[in-house]
């Protein structure tokens, strides 16, 4: 099931299952993963995309793997807080995964994506990491940076 907000997806997810936290790019998307407690994000792998059917499939692979309760999407918005072609394809995304009976079970939601990969590539630059290993690492990286800031959001829900 889809929620809009991170309030709704909060309820939805069952009680020590982790997360997956997705940078969908055209070529790629990057894949992270949290800890079961929901703490901490880290960098899991990068899928290569073929067509929606293979990248599903790789995706439930990854969920059944790591008995996961939730999948956070980066939504791509534009600076000015609008939503443009890529959050579209992003949410048109989301809504294909919530139709197939492998995700039916799964909560999936949405956060703001905005600069993720920025920061995510200044991290690698500051770790000392070379071209070619940021290029692959890149949306992982950016993957786990998406599914932190919204770790750190459904901490605070809990706490209030």
Known sequence: MIFETLDEFAGAVPPMRGLIGLDLGTKTIGV?????????????????????????????GLIAKHEVGGIIL??????DGSEGPRAQATRAFALNLSRRGDFAHLALGFWDERLSTVAAERALIAADTSRKRRSEVIDAVAASYILQGALDRLRHLRAV
């Open 74 to 79: 980066g939504l791509p918005r534009n600076m």
């Open 32 to 60: 992270a993963l949290s800890d079961r407690l929901l703490t901490s994000a880290s960098a899991l792998e990068t899928v290569k995309r073929k067509k929606f059917g293979v990248d599903a499939d790789a995706l439930a």
